[in-house]
């Protein structure tokens, strides 16, 4: 079982329309959980950090559920531009950064 | 400010060749990483550098040597190129901890797409 886990898509959405993705990982002691994106042929980057309480970014809400394991992240009405593949990344430790674990990313296309 | 960047972005080698993949970084950032990505696999950490003249093995090491010289040059090496290293190789980059101790972003280089043949 990989470490984290994300479903690959892809998730087929018009413009306007609200998406969600999950990810789960298996290590209860992860202390660090993050949302990037990567376009095409492009380098990630990071779109959201997670914070228990959940936290928002405009039209990105990011949510933590450490009791199951999970990370959400909700994109409300869809822009063209959000077509990437969206990484979940999570750190082993809260003191090592050298411990990020990488899920395989999630394809969103949003078309017209 | 050009942030992380890599030298070549593309190479083509033959088995048993060698290379050595160039990263950058003016962020003054002291830790520095190389990954290679692969389809279905998602990013895996090669070597890593806590600093200047410091590296360590990541989750896959085997067939790889790094140095880190300057603070701002992280170099990693392939001395005899498999096709099993066909890959995209990232290089990133990130600044000291947070005082709480979490885990703080990583900003990538455009990367390097490596066949060996």
């Known amino acids: 079982r990989k470490e984290v886990e994300q479903d690959p898509g892809p998730f087929n959405v018009p413009e306007g329309a609200t998406v969600a993705f999950n990810c789960t990982y298996s290590n209860s002691a992860s202390q660090s959980f993050f949302w990037y994106r990567q376009d095409c042929r492009k380098e990630p980057k990071l779109l959201m950090s997670v914070y228990s309480s959940g936290n928002e970014d405009g039209r990105f809400t990011a949510q933590l559920n450490r009791a199951s394991q999970y990370i959400s992240l909700l994109i409300r009405d869809s822009k063209l531009s959000d077509s990437a593949t969206y990484l979940c990344?999570?750190?082993?430790?809260?003191?090592?950064?050298?411990?990020?674990?990488f899920g395989t990313g999630t394809r969103l296309q949003v078309f017209p | 400010n050009a942030g992380v960047t890599q030298t070549p972005k593309f190479r083509v080698l033959k088995t048993g060749q060698s290379m050595t993949l160039l990263c950058a970084q003016d962020m003054n950032h002291e830790y520095m990483y190389w990954y290679r990505q692969d389809p279905g696999m998602g990013l895996r950490l090669i070597h890593y550098s806590v600093g200047e003249g410091t590296t360590a093995k990541g989750e896959v090491p085997d067939g790889y040597n790094v140095s880190r010289l300057k603070k701002q040059n992280f170099l990693l090496g392939l001395e005899s190129a498999a096709p099993s290293q066909t890959s995209v190789y990232f290089c990133a980059s990130s600044n000291l901890l947070e005082f709480s101790g979490g885990a703080v972003e990583q900003f990538f280089g455009p990367g390097t797409r490596l066949t060996v043949l």
């Open positions: 990344v999570v750190s082993r430790s809260a003191y090592n950064t050298d411990k990020l674990i």
